[in-house]
């Protein structure tokens, strides 16, 4: 064996060796056990959540037609690390896009992530995403992300159903429900039953790969959740009755609603003008929600909850009411009428008809100046020690219809009308600076009062029953449950004597079905073989030719419909809303209209055209 | 004196027993990296994991031939083997097939090869040959001219063919010549120059010259223990700074610092010759050399990494120097890397379990990375088994080599020991975020024929060395 002085230094090599052993064996240590940083980032590479969107539930109408439903719509995504170079012509034609929204969205996405997907183009018809997947292969990076989106059998009741749209960043903060990019019920059944039509979301947890393509259900979907679909719902509008109405407010503004008394269940929810509900569905709802917006008719407005017009004569019903309750009236109360009511300086006109008038015919030939004389006994009855007590009794009754505030129906947007308080008037005259002859205008409806169609058809719904109404609601039935809200099923009393709406309902009958010469006022709501018992209404408004009005409900004995119809600047309520009333009652009573004269009457009339002529020779 | 041995009964049976642990458990993991649900036998040889068993069992043949040729044939052909190896290194060089930007690769139909791989092998068996020889002195300028022939020519070859990360194993070699008398002082040298290399990259230069004049003053008073002379140096190059500083301000002369310190340094040295020739202070101009090489070299560190090297390579330095922060570029590998092992916690997740490696979030994860699939599926007990079989291997082979009484077969076994080191180091420091990542394999666990082959052959000749080692006195 040589001489080997170097010999010591194998020692200082196995010193080396175990040196990086050690040096390894404690770096592995420290991110292998103590440090807990990458199990975490191991998750986040390969899990994936994906929200599986429930369909949203169906709409039908009370008969069972269909009337919202599902559509398959497409979202085309893009991932921006695995674009390569791709066909851009091709690529624009096929989802008939401009090359300026290809570079301004790319751009986009990017600033948003390189590695996370975003949305390249919204709602893609399914037509088009047919064309696409055969090309698809020849654009990576993109990709499509199924969807659905609403659609409706028919362009009429948007109001009615609502629209969904996409949710609002605010409501994304507010719950916890909703991720930015869901779609939520923006208006109408849409919004006030979003928390049933929406079902419950789920989520599918895959594993991915480092290029994002799923490799399979992450342990064996332990941690998967069921979408729930969304639950059906049974409108209680009648659609044949709502398309009618819809047909026949046709070049009118204004409003229908249709009550079934016995229920509250409204038959329908008429406002015009309206506008088609597949409008705003899809990519171009939001263009053409702005075009909505900008009409100056405003089609977006829901003018048969939010609208609030003064009653008119319509009214009248309300004070005989409240004066035989009150004690203040009876049924053989005559009044003579010459021309209107004089009191002092102050003179309130009336029509002509026959005189003297009992409290029934007051009704039939809507007479002012019985009705000046009936409210000025209510405001200055004896029992009440001053007219404030009196007014605020009055106005209880009137809160008693639901009247002045919210019926809380369950649509949203509605609003609470008008009724003025005692505070109201102490304002404008001074304490006890006012007295009936003040307020007198309200006899008849006039003045200071706001009230919704939807408010008014609820009155008549409460004379139909003789006494009591149920909240008005649009829906009749959800879907797997056995009743709906109980504030539907319970009754509200209205605090006048049944034996009184007897006798109004009596001179609502001779209104509409009086002889010929007798005065009756609505004698153009007459149908043959049903009994219609209406009111009419002519409310003055500053906005120029006065609004046509009139309630009505039928038949006599065993009322199936109530409603109420607001034409604004239609003139009389004879004129317009008392033959649309009448068509409306034919139309769900008997199925068909005996005389077509009057259809073609009604939908004959432009009164928009005219309205815009009138305003042009002023 | 020639006696019959009988090679199975005397071959060292713990280190084949290591081996077959080794082997075995690579193709477990190789199996696991690749693993996926329609290609699940076996013997699939459109898999990885079966192409990976053919070679293993090549392997074996290989192993077994190796053993019955005469242990004479390998110091014999030495030097021949090493020409050929060489001669295949220049052919692949220039005709050879181009995977990953290395042109390092023949290829015969289907079959590659790496003759790299191999040449690492008969650079071992060169060095031992040459070192076992009488008349060579680690003391000479000769020896290291030629130790620099045999261990930098295949190096630079291969550097040629664009793989650094196989020609930097030449670099283990050291530890061989370490072992065989390299003086202290080179070896110091060398680990003084990388040291300043990375130090110049990470620090401002400032601070490496004042820290290299620093250092200078240090070695000065360590080789003379006269105090009086550092003393007085430090006063000179002080006096010298305030001097041109002084000047400086003084005629408002617009002198980057950098310039301003080196005339300083030059002035200060100058007039420190002049005195310590005055007054015979030795060793004086040796360390003034060695501290103008020294801020030499800090200067033109930045034209060697902006020149030398790739971009893919400073990259991967800076990141591992902490200069720079990419996780999704240049240190997406080793992040990924690291998620991989550290995930896999104490027990780790379970054989095929690992989503890291086997949904391709860390790239090469059969072949330069299984060392992730090993730390994912079984955690840190399964990270500490594989470095204590490595660490055995390591200790039983230079068991052995020390116990060799030819000094060819002992310098042999060294070489074998530096090169599995290295590998070993480098590939396990690199997945974990301790070395910059350089694509070398695991040995005997990395997918890939030619690595396991020529490990395998390494081995076995050493092993067939060893049987023979009471035979000849060589």
Not at chain 1, 265 to 275: F, Q, R, T, W
Not at chain 1, 303 to 330: C, D, H, W
Not at chain 2, 90 to 106: D, P, Q
Request: glycine share 8%; with cysteine.
């Amino acid at each position: 064996m040589a001489l080997d002085t170097y010999a010591v230094r194998r020692n200082i090599i196995a010193f080396i060796i175990l040196l990086i052993a050690v040096i390894f064996l404690v770096k592995l240590f420290m991110i292998q056990v103590v440090s807990s940083d990458y199990t975490p980032k191991a998750t986040s590479n390969v899990i994936r959540r994906i929200t599986q969107y429930p369909a949203r539930g169906l709409i039908y109408d009370r008969d069972g037609e269909l009337l919202v439903y599902n559509q398959a719509a497409y979202d085309i995504m893009v991932n921006p690390q695995h674009l390569e170079a791709f066909d851009t012509t091709e690529f624009c034609r096929i989802l008939n896009i401009e090359r300026s929204y290809l570079n301004k969205k790319l751009k986009e996405a990017k600033a948003y992530s390189r590695y996370k997907p975003s949305i390249f183009l919204k709602l893609v018809s399914s037509e088009t995403y047919a064309r696409l997947q055969e090309k698809m292969y020849k654009f990576p990076g993109f990709f499509v992300q199924p969807r659905t989106v609403r659609k409706y059998q028919y362009a009429d009741a948007a109001h009615v159903l609502g629209y969904v749209g996409e949710v609002s960043d605010k409501l994304v903060d507010t719950t916890s429900y909703y991720k930015s990019g869901d779609y939520v019920g923006i208006s109408g059944m849409e919004k006030s039953y979003e928390s049933v039509l929406r079902g419950k979301k789920g989520v599918k947890v895959y594993l991915v790969d480092v290029h994002n393509r799923i490799k399979g259900s992450y342990s064996n979907g332990r941690y998967d959740k069921k979408a729930e679909v969304g639950t059906n719902l049974i409108s209680s509008l009648d659609m044949d009755l709502q398309r009618y109405g819809e047909k026949l407010m046709k070049n009118k503004i204004g409003s229908i609603v249709a009550i079934e008394p016995s229920s509250g269940e409204i038959l329908s929810l008429v406002s015009s003008p309206g506008y088609d509900p597949g409008l705003l569905v899809g990519r171009q709802r939001t263009k053409n929600y702005r075009k909505l917006q900008k009409d100056t008719l405003e089609p977006l407005f829901n003018r048969g909850l939010m609208a609030r017009y003064p009653p008119g004569s319509t009214f009248k019903v309300m004070n005989a009411l409240i004066g035989r309750q009150e004690g203040v009236l009876y049924p053989g109360t005559t009044y003579e009428c010459h021309g209107g009511f004089y009191a002092g300086n102050f003179h309130m006109g009336c029509h002509n008809h026959p005189s003297p008038v009992d409290m029934i015919e007051s009704i039939q030939v809507s007479c002012n100046n019985y009705y000046a004389h009936v409210f000025k006994r209510i405001m200055q009855d004896s029992d009440y020690e001053s007219i404030s007590k009196a007014f605020t009794n009055w106005k209880d009754h009137l809160q008693n219809f639901g009247l002045g505030d919210k019926l809380n129906i369950d649509l949203p947007s509605e609003v609470g009308g008008f009724l003025p308080s005692v505070d109201y008037y102490n304002r404008y005259y001074g304490e006890n600076r006012w007295r009936y002859l003040n307020v007198v205008s309200l006899a008849i409806g006039q003045g200071e009062l706001g009230i919704t169609p939807v408010q008014m058809a609820n009155l008549t719904s409460a004379i139909a029953n003789r006494g009591h109404y149920y909240t008005p609601h649009i829906v009749k039935r959800i879907e797997g449950e056995k009743q709906i809200d109980e504030r539907f099923r319970t009754p509200h009393h209205t605090g006048v004597d049944s034996a009184y709406f007897e006798e109004v309902i009596e001179g609502m009958d001779l209104a509409v079905n009086g002889q010929a010469g007798s005065g009756s006022t609505a004698r153009t709501a007459r149908v043959d073989s049903i009994t219609v018992c209406g009111k009419t209404g002519t409310a003055e408004n500053p906005h120029g030719k006065d609004h046509s009005i009139f309630i009505a409900f039928a038949p006599k004995d065993d009322p199936q419909i109530a409603l109420a119809v607001y034409i604004e600047n239609g003139g009389y309520g004879a004129t317009w809303a008392a033959p649309t009333a009448k068509l409306m009652i034919e139309k769900y009573l008997k199925g068909s209209i005996d005389v077509q004269w009057w259809e073609d009457y009604v939908t004959g009339a432009n009164l928009i055209k005219q309205k815009e002529e009138d305003e042009e020779e002023d | 004196m020639k006696r019959r041995i009988n090679v199975w009964s005397n071959i060292d049976w713990l280190t084949v027993v290591l081996y077959l642990f080794l082997v075995f458990l690579g193709w477990i993991n190789i199996y696991s990296a690749v693993y996926n649900e329609e290609h699940q036998s076996i013997f699939d040889f459109s898999q990885r994991y079966g192409k990976q068993m053919i070679w293993i069992v090549a392997a074996f043949v290989i192993a077994i031939l190796i053993t019955i040729i005469d242990s004479n044939f390998y110091s014999f052909f030495a030097y021949f083997l090493h020409f050929v190896i060489l001669f295949l290194l220049v052919v692949v060089t220039l005709f050879g097939t181009e995977i990953h930007g290395s042109r390092a690769w023949l290829e015969f139909g289907n079959v590659r090869f790496q003759p790299a791989e191999f040449a690492k092998i008969t650079t071992a068996l060169a060095l031992a040959r040459y070192l076992s020889s009488h008349n060579v002195s680690m003391n000479r300028l000769k020896t290291y001219l030629w130790l620099g022939a045999i261990i930098l020519v295949p190096m630079a070859i291969i550097l040629l063919q664009n793989d650094a990360g196989s020609a930097l194993v030449f670099v283990a070699f050291v530890l061989v010549l370490y072992r065989q008398g390299l003086p202290l002082g080179v070896l110091l040298f060398g680990v003084y120059v990388v040291a300043l290399f990375i130090l110049a990259l990470i620090l401002e230069k400032l601070f490496v010259i004042f820290g290299t004049v620093a250092l200078a003053l240090i070695v000065l008073w360590v080789l003379n223990k006269r105090f009086r002379y550092v003393w007085v140096a430090a006063v000179i190059m002080l006096a010298s700074g305030g001097l041109f500083y002084g000047a400086k301000q003084l005629f408002d002369l617009n002198i980057p610092i950098y310039f301003m310190i080196l005339g300083a340094l030059v002035f200060s040295s100058i007039f420190y010759i002049i005195l310590s020739y005055w007054y015979k202070v030795p060793r004086v101009m040796i360390l003034l050399l060695l501290l103008f090489g020294s801020i030499g070299l800090t200067y033109s560190v930045d034209h060697v990494f902006n020149n030398f090297l790739e971009t893919h390579q400073q990259k991967r330095i800076n990141q591992l120097l902490g200069l720079e922060s990419d996780p999704l570029g240049a240190g997406y590998n080793v992040n990924q890397s690291k998620i991989a092992i550290g995930s896999g916690r104490l027990t780790g997740k379970g054989f095929l379990n690992g989503t890291q490696t086997k949904f391709d979030f860390v790239p090469e994860q059969s072949t330069d990375f299984i060392f992730c699939t090993i730390g994912e599926e079984w955690g840190f007990v399964g990270s500490l088994v594989l470095i204590s079989l490595f660490i055995m291997l390591l200790l039983r082979l230079l068991f052995l080599a020390e116990r060799q009484r030819s000094i060819f077969s002992r310098i042999y076994g060294y070489g074998l020991i530096s090169v599995l080191l290295f590998h070993f180091a480098i590939n396990i420091g690199m997945t974990i975020g301790l070395v910059p990542v350089i694509g070398i394999p695991l040995p005997f666990i990395s997918y890939g024929g030619s690595s396991l082959w020529a490990f395998t052959i390494m081995l076995f000749i050493f092993l067939r060395l060893d049987v023979s080692r009471l035979k000849v006195l060589r």
